[in-house]
C-alpha cells in the first residue's frame, strides 16, 4: 500500500455532513468518530449561525 490517505478532521467532517446531508446525530458520530454529545453541539451551532445569516 504505497498510496497514503489523509485522514480528515473530525470537527471539519462532521460539519460538512451536518450542512450537507439529513443524517442524524448518531449517524454522523458513528461516521466522524465524535461523541454523540459533541456532534449535538455541532449541529446546535450551524442551526444558530445559519439563523442569523
Known amino acids: 500500500m504505497g498510496t497514503s490517505v489523509q485522514k480528515r478532521d473530525p ?3 462532521a460539519t460538512v455532513l451536518i450542512k ?6 448518531q449517524e454522523i458520530a458513528e461516521l466522524s468518530g465524535l461523541d454523540i454529545y459533541k ?3 455541532l449541529k446546535l451551532k450551524s442551526r444558530k449561525n445559519s439563523a442569523h445569516q
Open 11 to 13: 470537527v471539519s467532517y
Open 20 to 25: 450537507e446531508t439529513q443524517f442524524s446525530a
Open 39 to 41: 456532534v449535538t453541539a
